[in-house]
């Protein structure tokens, strides 16, 4: 069934690092200004403040808290640097729990100096270790898989069927998954992967942008949507048919966007939303 175009913003969402050159107190004013609802709090924009205070300046300006973004980064060849990843990890739990994020979105992690196959059960390993103190801390953990093309140094998760198989061999209640139209709208098994999450009840975040023809940079091109050629409402309607109504995250990086007025970008977001997505 073919969805609606969104004609008003309840469910939009802004990643902080969308609107990057804004520090967290410029984003929650100017988001709330243009009618934005959520924000998925990236950890960079929480330095040097108190979470617990981020987290009421963005409820009080009437929007809710998304989630916090990133954890992860699990896999290393030496056991010193997996425990490192796994202190970091729990610190993002607390940090999300004092921020009222009741998610934390994870970049499971890779390293070029070792199979993909380590890297995976590492990150199995590592998710296992944090399971416990997000389901105490009242914070969920979405496995986020990325496009391949990062699969040497960002992510060992590259397809949603992964991120699915390795959501059912932990079969832990805190651990589930985001969609990211970026990373995954080229593969053929899309639609029955996604059909899998809702079955499963695990698709919790869902993350829209679009892919540039050409790709200038691998990292930081992506396009607003509407310009290249992910096909939104499809698989919107593939994502709303498990059952899905929560935030639509706008997660863009760019170094075009980033180098325009940010308010100027945040006005073609919003029309874009309405457009495209
Ligand atoms: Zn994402």
Redesign the pocket.
Same mark, same amino acid.
């Given at each position: 069934m073919p969805v609606s175009p969104l004609t008003d913003l309840s469910r939009l969402c802004l *990643?902080t690092i969308t609107t990057k050159p804004w520090s967290i107190e410029e984003a929650t004013d100017r988001y709330a200004a243009a009618g934005v609802k959520g924000v998925t709090v990236w950890r960079q924009w929480l330095e040097g403040r108190e979470p617990v205070r981020v987290g009421q300046a963005i409820r009080a300006a009437g929007m809710e808290v998304v989630s916090l973004?990133r954890g992860g980064f699990f896999p290393a060849t030496d056991a010193a640097a997996r425990q490192t990843a796994i202190d970091d990890n729990r610190r993002a739990i607390d940090e999300a729990a004092a921020l009222g994020a009741p998610l934390i979105?994870l970049v499971c992690g890779a390293s070029p100096e070792q199979s993909l196959d380590e890297s995976r059960r590492q990150i199995a390993d590592g998710i296992a270790a944090v399971a416990d103190h997000a389901q105490a801390s009242g914070v969920r953990l979405a496995v /986020?898989p990325l496009h391949p093309m990062y699969a040497d140094l960002r992510s060992a998760i590259n397809t949603l069927g992964q991120a699915n198989d390795l959501c059912d061999a932990l079969d832990l209640p805190s651990v589930g998954v &985001?969609v990211?139209v970026? *990373?995954l709208w080229w593969d053929p098994n899309l639609e029955a992967e996604i059909a899998r999450c809702g079955q499963a009840g695990r698709l919790w &975040?869902y *993350?829209v942008c679009d892919w540039r023809s050409p790709t200038e940079d691998l990292l930081n091109d992506r396009g607003l949507m509407g310009e290249g050629c992910i096909p939104l409402r499809q698989i919107r309607a593939w994502v709303e048919s498990t059952g899905f109504d929560g935030p639509i /995250?706008v /997660?863009i990086f760019s170094n075009r966007y980033w180098a325009m007025d940010q308010d100027e970008f945040l006005g073609k977001i919003v029309q874009a939303y309405k457009e495209h997505v």
């Open positions: *990643h973004c979105v /986020e &985001a990211d970026y *990373h &975040a *993350h /995250e /997660e």
